[in-house]
T-cell receptor
Framework: AQSVAQPEDQVNVAEGNPLTVKCTYS??????LFWYVQYPNRGLQFLLK??????LVKGSYGFEAEFNKSQTSFHLKKPSALVSDSALYFC?????????????FGAGTQVVVTP | DAMVIQNPRYQVTQFGKPVTLSCSQT?????MYWYQQKSSQAPKLLFH???????NEADTPDNFQSRRPNTSFCFLDIRSPGLGDAAMYLC???????????????FGQGTRLTVV
């Protein structure tokens, strides 16, 4: 069974500074990795995904993520954070061996960007 | 344009009174999911459909049931809501079960359920 770990409950960063949100995963087959963002009282919005190919994936709103197979990590990054990036971020994984394509979510990381 | 639509956005129900949450999609996706999310925790999968094939997660309480009358609509029925069922309920869709595991899931805005 697949699993995802987000080791930080909250990340605090000043506006303009780099932002990193950490994610590690465990799967039995090849991973399909996703990042979602959630604003208060909203559904989840898709940011980016890794399927295969380049380890650096670019997504929406200036976010990118780096896939590292040896470290089983998929950290989300943004070079210069904005106050509007303050939200709850979820990493998710699908295992290619799971015929139902079930998404397994991490516990989430609250990002707080201060002016 | 909204692609996964959940109604209502906010629902207040009485303890023990049956309640139904609805979800519709314009994406023509095969798979529809229902998640329960409590106070900024990870969404927890309750069940999902691939077309009309229903899959219930092992730890989903019997109090929760679902219906999918056609591709576009899916309902979550809570037969006797308890205080512990207060949560955000998220509906999501994705394209196919296999062969498209690389596609992302699309989420609705959620329904915030309050039990009084």
């Amino acid at each position: 069974a697949q699993s995802v770990a987000q080791p930080e409950d909250q990340v605090n960063v000043a506006e303009g500074n780099p932002l990193t949100v950490k994610c590690t995963y465990s799967v039995s087959g090849n991973p399909y990795l996703f990042w979602y963002v959630q604003y208060p009282n909203r559904g989840l919005q898709f940011l980016l995904k890794y399927i295969t190919g380049d380890n650096l994936v670019k997504g929406s709103y200036g976010f990118e993520a780096e896939f590292n197979k040896s470290q089983t990590s998929f950290h989300l990054k943004k070079p210069s954070a904005l106050v509007s990036d303050s939200a709850l971020y979820f990493c998710a994984v699908r295992d290619e061996g799971d015929s139902w394509g079930k998404l397994q979510f991490g516990a989430g990381t609250q990002v707080v960007v201060t002016p | 344009d909204a692609m996964v639509i959940q109604n209502p956005r906010y629902q207040v129900t009485q303890f023990g009174k049956p309640v139904t949450l609805s979800c519709s999609q314009t994406l023509n996706h095969n798979v529809m999911y229902w998640y329960q999310q409590k106070s900024s925790q990870a969404p927890k999968l309750l069940f999902h459909y691939y077309d009309k094939d229903f899959n219930n997660e092992a730890d989903t309480p019997d109090n929760f049931q679902s219906r999918r009358p056609n591709t576009s609509f899916c309902f979550l029925d809570i037969r006797s809501p308890g205080l512990g069922d207060a949560a955000m309920y998220l509906c999501a869709t994705s394209r196919t079960r296999q062969g498209a595991l690389n596609t992302e899931a699309f989420f609705g805005q959620g329904t915030r359920l309050t039990v009084v």
